[in-house]
């Protein structure tokens, strides 16, 4: 079946402009993820989702950053007023069950967001 | 906090070497361990995962033993390809407050040349 998607995969954005990041989780899954991924480092929690519920967003960097999952599937990552320092990959993952520290998160292919 | 380290890159190695990337964990509890990849031009692939202490995680000729003594998860193989030429991560997926989150080492990166 289809794997997790993620659009737009790259993205150009002046700084002071807002951008929104999709991610279509695989069908069934329960959890949703967001991570970002700096150049040259591992993926960073930002937050993540149980259905429609937000259940952890301490990870998100400050309050320009928010992130939604209305009905339980696809989910959005905003942010507001876009930095140069927010450049990086942005990735999603989902997982079957709600969040367990023994299941398999599967990623998608991520968004590069670039601020110009 | 929980956290991963992981052996720096970039690692070169000749076809038919064989492979060790080292990984060890701080966490509270007894988190469950997993090995991920990155080939070129695609997203992260789970590699291989153990959920307990002495577990083996295997696939594509790939191991890694969960060792609670030692706090340690390192990767092996015993002969390597080119096509496993990629970015290898270590993380942890704790228990409690941080449930559900992972925690990502910053990858080493693999080569391996014919």
């Known amino acids: 079946g289809a794997g997790v998607s993620q659009s737009p995969r790259y993205k150009v954005t002046k700084r002071g402009q807002d951008v929104a990041l999709r991610c279509d989780p695989i069908?069934?899954?329960?959890?949703l993820y967001w991570y970002r991924q700096a150049l040259g480092q591992g993926p960073e929690f930002l937050t993540y989702?149980?259905?429609?519920?937000?259940?952890?967003k301490s990870g998100l960097p400050n309050d320009r950053f928010s992130a939604e999952r209305p009905e339980g599937s696809i989910s959005t990552l905003t942010i507001q007023r876009t930095e140069q320092r927010d450049s990086a990959m942005y990735r999603c993952a989902s997982s079957l069950a709600g969040s367990t520290s023994t299941d398999t998160q599967y990623f998608g292919p991520g968004t590069r967001l670039t601020v110009l | 906090g929980d956290s991963v380290t992981q052996m720096e890159g970039p690692v070169t190695l000749s076809e038919e070497a064989f492979l060790t990337i080292n990984c060890t964990y701080t966490a509270t509890g007894y988190p469950s361990l997993f090995w991920y990849v990155q080939y070129p031009g695609e997203g992260l692939q789970l590699l291989l995962k153990?959920?307990?202490?002495?577990d083996k995680g295997s696939n594509k000729g790939f191991e890694a033993t969960y060792r609670k003594e030692t706090t340690s998860f390192h990767l092996e193989k015993g002969s390597v390809q080119v096509s496993d030429s990629a970015v290898y991560f270590c993380?942890?997926?704790?228990?409690?407050?941080?449930?559900?989150?992972?925690?990502f080492g910053r990858g080493t990166q693999l080569t391996v040349w014919p």
């Open positions: 993380a942890l997926s704790g228990r409690g407050s941080t449930l559900g989150r992972l925690y």
């Open positions: 153990a959920t307990k202490a002495d």
């Open positions: 069908s069934g899954h329960v959890s």
């Open positions: 989702f149980n259905y429609e519920a937000q259940q952890d």
